[in-house]
Structures are given as structure tokens and as C-alpha cells.
């Protein structure tokens, strides 16, 4: 049964239920982009996790990335990457918004947090602009030498967030969720895995309010193979007016039903507020991490969650562009546009 959950929190202010839409009058000044999430889908398997990347970027350009084991490389099979990026240029001389990235090295506690800091000291609300994942790196002395890192882990899922903890001081945190299954070298390779993370982000400065939900929610995914039909979760979201949303945290998370501690692999993972065109109140927030595949091992249950962010704008003021970039790319790491 599907339990899903939204806990309005209050900022800096009330969004109120304003009904107003972009002017027709032509608004100057610098443009600015706010990332509202992502979604990547393998189109053939589900497969293990070793590079995911997404990034907002300028335009109708982002950066996309993804790769799994063998099985997506071409080494045994090769797979391709649906992708949606869900980004909003703001155009104005409103806001200010500063783009940065902290970088991390997750160990086997698979958690870890690090320390950046903006050039603007006067931010009011720090947001993500996107992350990567990266299992291809240097590992410890207790690494096993007969498991290759750059094929990656079947997952338990994986989170990242970022928050204003200081004078200019931003602090991103992120988790990493490894849980074996059917390999018995990379589940001797897990307790040791090392991964390297990067949080992007964006602060922003010159806001006059803000306002955040936190969406949560779970289901069991089905598990009848080949090819279980799952679905994700979706939520109504309750603002209006005229604006840009963001995400400020994402959690996914799975759990294997059967009572061990076993991962999976991923179909499937994405945390999105789609926008609209015309910067008008986005009207849900959606997230999945499924495992449908023509071989499903595990049983397992999604977890979800994410912090929320809705940042009303004067219309006559700030004109935004809501974009989704989407379209299919090949294993790696690409720049990506809505021609694909």
C-alpha cells in the first residue's frame, strides 16, 4: 500500500494564493538557473550502479551520466540511458544566484558530509543543482584485488543534500547504500568500497520568501519476473502562483523484504518537480528507485523522500522558462540537449 506524505514548513514567508502569470513586457538583466530534479532509466535491464551524474545547465544544455557493470558496457551486453532534467532559467535583476560544488569520498560507513563556501556571505537558501556518483576510484588497502571498482555495487539506494550552516557556508551530505547479491567477489568488495561523490549546488540571494515541504513516502515493489510492473511515487503539490521550485534534499531507498541486507539492481532512480513553461506553480513531485528487470533477484521495498522548494518571483519583475531536457544517450557521461 502506497503511504505518501507532505509537511508544509514555513521559511521565510507565505506564498499566498496569487494567481499572477509572466508579463508580456520584455524583463532585462541576467539569467539564472535553478535545477528541480531528474530522472535516469535503463532501457533494456536493471543493472549495478557505478557512475550516475546529472547537472543543470545553461539553456537547453545539461550534463547527463550514467553506467553500470559489464552488462551495460558492452563487455557482455550493452544498454542505453533514458533521461529527463528538469531545470528554470530566471531572467531579471531580482535574484543572484551563485552555482558551486563541494566533493566528497564515501567510505563503507556510507555517509559522509564536507564544507564549501559561497563568495556571497549574504545567501539566504542553498538548493541542489545536481550530483555525481563515481565508484571508479582509488580504494583501501583492504579492497580485494580480484573485483574490478569500476563495475560498481548493487545498490540500497542513495541520497544527497546540501544546507546553510554558516556565514556563507554551505555543507553537503551525502549517502551511499552498497548490499550484495548474487557476485560473490563485489559482495567481498562492498564492506570496503570507497565511492567519490559531488554535490552541486546553487545559492541564492535576494529572495523576499521561500517556502518548503518535505514529501515522503513507500510501497513494495512487485516482484513477479520477467519484467514486474513497478511504478513510483507521486504527490500533488499544493502552491500557486508564479515562481521556480527546487529540491533541497533527495533519499532513495531500498530494502530487501526477505530480512537480509542484500541491494539490487537499478532500473530505474529520480527525484523531479516538472516545471511549467510559463514559471506558473509546478503541480507534483514524483521519485522512484525501482528494479523491474527480465531477471528480478531480489524483494524489495522503495522508500522516498525529499525536501522541497517553492520560490515565488514578481512576474513583472523575473521571466522564467521552465525546461525538461529528455531523450536517450549511451553509457558515459554526456552533455545533453532536448534534440537527443
Known amino acids: 500500500m502506497n503511504k505518501i506524505f507532505l509537511l508544509s514548513i514555513l521559511m ?6 496569487a494567481t499572477d502569470t509572466a508579463s508580456p513586457v520584455a524583463i532585462e538583466g541576467p539569467t539564472h538557473t535553478i535545477w528541480s530534479g531528474w530522472n535516469h532509466t535503463w532501457g533494456f535491464l536493471s543493472h549495478r550502479l557505478s557512475l550516475i551524474q546529472v547537472k543543470a545547465g545553461e539553456g537547453e544544455e545539461a550534463e547527463s551520466g550514467m553506467v553500470g557493470g559489464s552488462w551495460s558496457t558492452g563487455e557482455t551486453w550493452s544498454d542505453d ?15 543572484e544566484v551563485e552555482h558551486g560544488e563541494t566533493s566528497m569520498t564515501v567510505g563503507p560507513e556510507g555517509v559522509a558530509t564536507a564544507t564549501s563556501f559561497a563568495d556571497r556571505e549574504d545567501f539566504q537558501l542553498v538548493v541542489l543543482r545536481g550530483f555525481e556518483i563515481n565508484t571508479d576510484t582509488e580504494q583501501s588497502e583492504d579492497y ?10 548493487t545498490s540500497k539506494g542513495f541520497g544527497m543534500s546540501v544546507e546553510q550552516t554558516g556565514v556563507g557556508e554551505i555543507t553537503a551530505t551525502a549517502h551511499l547504500r552498497w548490499g ?9 568488495a562492498i564492506p570496503h568500497a570507497q565511492a567519490d561523490v559531488v554535490v552541486y549546488w546553487s545559492a541564492i540571494s535576494g529572495l523576499s520568501s521561500s517556502e518548503t515541504v518535505t514529501f515522503s513516502g513507500q510501497q513494495d515493489l512487485a516482484h513477479t519476473p520477467p519484467n514486474s510492473e513497478q511504478s513510483g511515487l507521486t504527490s500533488a503539490l499544493e502552491w500557486s502562483g508564479h515562481g521556480v521550485s527546487a529540491i533541497r534534499r533527495f533519499d532513495l531507498l531500498l530494502e530487501d523484504q526477505d530480512g537480509g541486507d542484500g541491494g539490487d539492481y537499478i532500473r530505474s532512480a529520480g527525484t523531479e518537480i516538472e516545471p511549467q513553461p510559463d514559471g506558473t506553480a509546478p503541480d507534483t513531485i514524483a521519485a522512484e528507485i525501482l528494479t523491474t528487470s527480465a531477471i528480478e533477484l531480489g524483494t524489495m521495498r522503495m522508500e522516498c523522500s525529499a525536501d522541497a522548494v517553492w520560490i515565488p518571483l514578481d512576474p513583472s519583475r523575473n521571466a522564467i522558462e521552465g525546461v525538461t531536457i529528455s531523450g536517450t544517450h549511451a553509457i558515459g557521461q554526456h552533455t545533453v540537449t532536448q534534440s537527443l
Do not use: W
Request: glycine share 12%; with cysteine; charged share 25%.
Open 12 to 17: 521565510a514567508g507565505c506564498t499566498g494564493k
Open 180 to 188: 550484495g547479491r548474487d557476485r560473490d567477489d563485489m559482495n567481498s
Open 81 to 95: 540511458v533514458n533521461f529527463r532534467i528538469h531545470q528554470q532559467h530566471i531572467t531579471g535583476n531580482v535574484i
Open 144 to 153: 580485494p584485488e580480484d573485483y574490478d571498482p569500476a563495475l560498481g555495487y
